[in-house]
């Protein structure tokens, strides 16, 4: 079957799941599975042959006609959409059950398909005007997912925070695509590298899809939305959503000119954003808001990779470009895996105990042990520790970085703080995780919540192992990823084809694969050593007490104090402390809550005074004809001075 | 064949050499202070004795307590595969492979966080916090300290990067490896292997629950990060690429001793530093890394 019979099949099975969704669960699911396999098998053709795929309608649609193109570029965004919707929807089949949730089930099922659909429009379509159409429908899909549970305030304001952000990137979009079509004559895309004129439009797209893809200081709506969402929402958003601006960025940053500028301006949003993004997660206590700006930091690792290519493409095509983007794309995919994952357990963990704060659980392993394992693996995962997928493309956007460093072109030694940015990153990110895995399912339950929390079901476990799956298998083969990879990376510059690796990925497989099967043979090996040799239980030490509590244990907050002290200044972290007083104190407390500092210290003061000049305006405006005279006069006056004095 | 020979022998002297350099710090230590001190092999002895015994397990612990140590273990011993020995070279040297070094200690450093965390005591997550914090400003001293290198050489495998002479950075490239090395390993002054059961400690306090073959394996291991670190820092700064193979191996195993007897010397001479200092070592450290990097940087063609 070509991939565009396929790709049609998929459409309209999901298009019959917005139709069928809201009545018959398990039929929707089997339109869902069948649209996502369908979607998965076009782009994967794509992938191993490297023929793109392409189609122009002969009617028209909204007066131009349809163009639908599927790249290398494409293509590896689709498989990322059609295994990420295609998991989650499993996973929701249980987790949005219509027995828990019977009033919003239903829509969230006819929703699911038509995001699925609007982003499957997004990576496909070839013509501007279409393009923002999909984009558009996409947005506002997501916006009624995540309000699914509407009935909770926090969660319409989670959503109009988004709406409202994703708006104003879509205004510049529509600024883009129109600057766009009015220079090139016509709403088709496709590659324009040699059109110098269109350099400027550059600014407008990076700001449209970086409010997307939550680009540091443009992603104030994502921790919210992503923390108040369902969690199959959070999943299938910060797995897919925010790469569809990615997809944006790397798309037309391929095929408009781009200056040189764009890309240092790429590459330092990234490291910034990477550091800042992992130091706001590490001093979250909601478990779902670290993972959303987690987010943040690895779409910076993702947007270091692609500055780094832009820097290539601007020197000749140095192969060092390649590489960084090489592994951004990687990424793109390993970002998808284990935070979906990640998601889909805290999913479970709040599924089970009703709470997300991190500092009312604890000891959750004993219940959900399948969980507690899958999220421990997403954690080592996205802290990009070998031997998962995490490393891998971290590895690859460093080798491009001390490539680049190495080559010694004067301008490019700045790419030297980016890589100790990056380093840095990647040590608060396992501090991060550390924290987060260990305090959620380590230790004894903090509350009674925790104590009677219990295993996620079937499908639920079932979903998360899969993409636990795919950590592993790219993590351990990474060689099998490269072509695939490099169809994508040739989608965006030919001039970089080649199918062989230019860096050793098959012997980092080697020591991947190693290192994770000594570490299984020493474990079971010390395990059973241990078991042999007599194991006891006992209470833990604790310097002789007596009378133990849970609450005596290290909380998350103190985990993260001293790392999340480093950045005060940026974190602005308050705290209502109300010490114990007297002989005998009774009780004191201490609330800590770390603000979103972008939004509340910059945005909303802007947009207050933008109000109070606006409240001052409308002043003028208050129904006496008189004044409203006045004003015209006092107008022709000025209008007949200007005339007069006009020399 | 071969490879699996070299792999057998470098393997055999990791597990066996790494526990000698703690003996040889406890004894540099006992002799400045005027006492006989342990024996050198003392660590062989405990391993030896620790295997044997049987475990307690907090009431609390997860599997993940005694698998968390192994992995550490595994991670360590294959970062120390990684490393080119010198004269007898990499087993397997690759571009890149020095950044997997790096990684893998963190992975060793991960495990180390989730088995401390695992019993619920505070004392076990006071420790894992300060192990995980400090390790950023670390791990940024260490890949600027390999970023020189690589700038230096224009190489990112370790076997190339280590075989010339350092260039005019080497002192301070040796200072703040020297500095990374201490933190890393938890010694004076940013840890006092000596006291157990104090709030001030970081990495010691991380295993105080742990006994039995899991202590033994993470004592060996914190050897063998010890015998890795103190490789890394010669061999990045002798020139024992350009030495002849016996004068190389004996410049190897001289810097290597020298080192650990100046661990020693340090650890005699030295008070251990207030906690909120330590962050400032750390960056101390970080900035020598990166003069050195800046030294690489303008020093022209390298080697």
Redesign the interface.
């Known amino acids: 079957m070509t991939p565009g019979l396929l790709l049609l099949l998929a459409a309209l099975s999901l298009a019959s799941g917005i139709v069928t969704g809201p009545r018959l669960a398990r039929t929707w699911l089997a339109l869902v599975l069948a649209g996502a396999a369908g979607a998965l098998i076009s782009a994967w053709a794509v992938l191993e042959s490297g023929a793109p795929w392409e189609w122009r309608s002969g009617f028209h649609l909204g007066g131009e006609p349809l163009h639908l193109r599927l790249d290398g570029l494409s293509a590896l965004f689709l498989v990322l959409l059609s295994v990420i919707g295609g998991v989650s929807a499993v996973y929701a089949r249980q987790y949005w059950s219509d027995e828990r949730y019977p009033d919003s089930a239903p829509a969230g099922r006819a929703w699911w398909c038509g995001l699925m659909l609007s982003m499957g429009g997004v990576v496909l379509c070839s013509n501007g005007l279409h393009f923002l159409i999909a984009w558009e429908l996409f947005t506002l899909c997501a916006f009624f997912l995540i309000t699914l549970d509407r009935r909770r305030r926090e969660v319409r304001a989670a959503g109009w925070l988004y709406l409202a952000a994703s708006h104003a990137g879509t205004i510049c979009l529509f600024a883009f695509f129109g600057m766009l079509a009015a220079r090139t004559g016509g709403w088709d895309l496709g590659p324009m590298r040699d059109r110098a004129e269109l350099q400027p439009l550059c600014w407008l797209m990076l700001t449209g899809f970086g409010v997307k893809a939550g680009m540091f200081p443009l992603h104030i709506w994502l921790p919210s939305a992503h923390a108040n969402a369902p969690s199959h929402v959070s999943t299938i958003m910060s797995g897919v959503a925010i790469k569809m601006g990615i997809y944006g960025l790397v798309r037309f940053s391929g095929w408009l000119p781009m200056p040189e500028t764009a890309g240092w301006v790429i590459l330092v949003l990234g490291a910034i954003g990477a550091l800042f993004g992992i130091a706001f997660a590490l001093a979250q206590s909601d478990l779902k808001r670290l993972l959303a700006y987690c987010s943040v930091e690895n779409i910076g690792i993702i947007l270091i990779g692609l500055g780094t290519a832009l820097l290539g493409t601007a020197r000749d095509h140095a192969p060092w470009g390649r590489l960084a983007l090489a592994g951004a794309l990687l990424h793109v995919w390993n970002h998808g895996a284990f935070k979906s994952l990640l998601f889909l357990g805290a999913g479970s963990v709040l599924h089970a105990t009703g709470t997300r704060e991190m500092s009312r659980l604890g000891g959750l392993w004993r219940a959900m042990p399948w969980t507690a394992s899958l999220f421990g693996l997403g954690a080592v995962a996205v802290s990009g520790l070998p031997p998962l997928n995490g490393f891998v493309s971290e590895w690859l956007v460093y080798l491009g970085l001390f490539d680049a460093a190495s080559s010694r072109a004067a301008s490019v030694g700045a790419v030297m703080p980016a890589i100790v940015m990056l380093a840095m990153t990647g040590a608060l990110a396992l501090a991060c995780f550390a924290k987060a895995s260990t305090i959620v399912f380590l230790g004894a339950c903090r509350t009674q919540a925790a104590a009677q929390a219990h295993e996620c079901g079937t499908l639920m476990r079932g979903s998360m192992l899969a993409l636990a799956g795919a950590c592993l298998v790219i993590g351990l083969g990474p060689v099998l990823f490269w072509p695939p990879i490099s169809r994508a990376v040739e989608a965006w510059s030919p001039a970089w084809a080649s199918t062989v690796p230019p860096v050793p990925l098959a012997k980092l497989g080697l020591v991947q694969v190693t290192v994770a099967l000594a570490a299984c043979a020493v474990a079971s090996w010390l395990w059973r050593k241990s078991r042999a040799n007599g194991l006891r239980r006992g209470l833990t030490w604790d310097c002789g007490y007596a009378g133990p509590t849970v609450r005596m244990q290290y909380t998350g907050g103190s985990f993260a104090s001293i790392a999340a002290g480093w950045f005060a200044w940026l974190l602005q972290p308050q705290r209502v402390l109300r010490r114990p007083r007297g002989l005998l104190p009774t009780d004191a407390t201490c609330i800590e809550r770390v603000p979103e500092t972008i939004l509340e210290r910059v945005l909303t003061p802007l947009s207050q005074i933008v109000m109070r000049a606006s409240a001052a305006t409308r002043r003028l405006q208050h129904g006496r004809l008189s004044a409203y005279i006045l004003y015209v006069l006092a107008g022709l006056i000025a209008m007949s001075l200007c005339v007069v004095l006009r020399p | 064949m071969m490879t699996i020979l070299q792999i057998i022998a470098r393997l055999a002297l990791w597990l066996l050499v790494a526990p000698l350099l703690p003996g040889i710090i406890n004894k540099v230590k006992a002799w400045v202070a005027g006492r006989r001190g342990p024996p050198v092999l003392q660590l062989y002895y405990d391993l030896a004795r620790l295997?044997?015994?049987?475990?307690?397990?907090?009431?609390?612990a997860?599997?993940?307590f005694?698998?968390g140590?192994?992995?550490a273990?595994?991670?360590v011993?294959?970062a120390g595969l990684?490393l080119p020995l010198g004269p007898a070279g990499g087993l397997?040297g690759?571009?890149?492979?020095a950044?997997?070094l790096?990684?893998?200690l963190?992975?060793a450093?991960?495990c180390t966080?989730?088995a401390a965390?695992?019993?619920?005591?505070?004392?076990?997550?006071?420790g894992?916090?300060?192990e995980?914090?400090?390790?950023?400003?670390?791990?940024?001293a260490?890949?600027?300290a390999v970023?020189s290198l690589?700038?230096q050489t224009?190489?990112?495998s370790l076997v190339t990067m280590l075989s010339p002479s350092a260039s005019a950075g080497a002192v301070l490239l040796a200072a703040g490896l020297f500095t990374v090395l201490l933190a890393e390993n938890c010694r004076v002054p940013f840890d006092d292997p000596n006291t157990h059961?104090e709030l001030t400690m970081i990495h010691e306090v991380m295993v105080?629950?742990h006994s039995?073959?899991?202590l033994a394996?993470i004592l060996h291991g914190a050897a063998m990060k010890l015998m890795l670190f103190a490789l890394l820092l010669v061999e990045a700064v002798l020139p024992l690429g350009k030495l002849t193979w016996p004068t190389a191996a004996g410049a190897l195993v001289g810097g290597v001793l020298a080192s650990t007897v100046g661990i020693g010397l340090v650890e005699s001479l030295l008070a251990r530093l207030a906690f909120r200092r330590v962050?400032l070592l750390l960056t101390t450290a970080f900035l020598l890394c990166?003069f050195a990097?800046l030294i690489a940087?303008k020093g022209g063609g390298g080697a």
């Open positions: 295997w044997r015994k049987g475990v307690v397990l907090s009431t609390l997860s599997p993940g005694v698998i140590p192994a992995v273990w595994v991670a011993a294959s990684l397997f690759f571009r890149g492979d950044l997997i790096i990684y893998l963190a992975l450093r991960f966080s989730w965390m695992e019993t619920g005591s505070a004392f076990e997550g006071m894992a916090a300060r995980v914090s400090y390790a950023v400003l670390a791990e940024a260490l890949i600027a970023l690589c700038i224009g190489s990112t059961l105080l629950d039995g073959p899991p394996v962050p990166l990097l940087w």
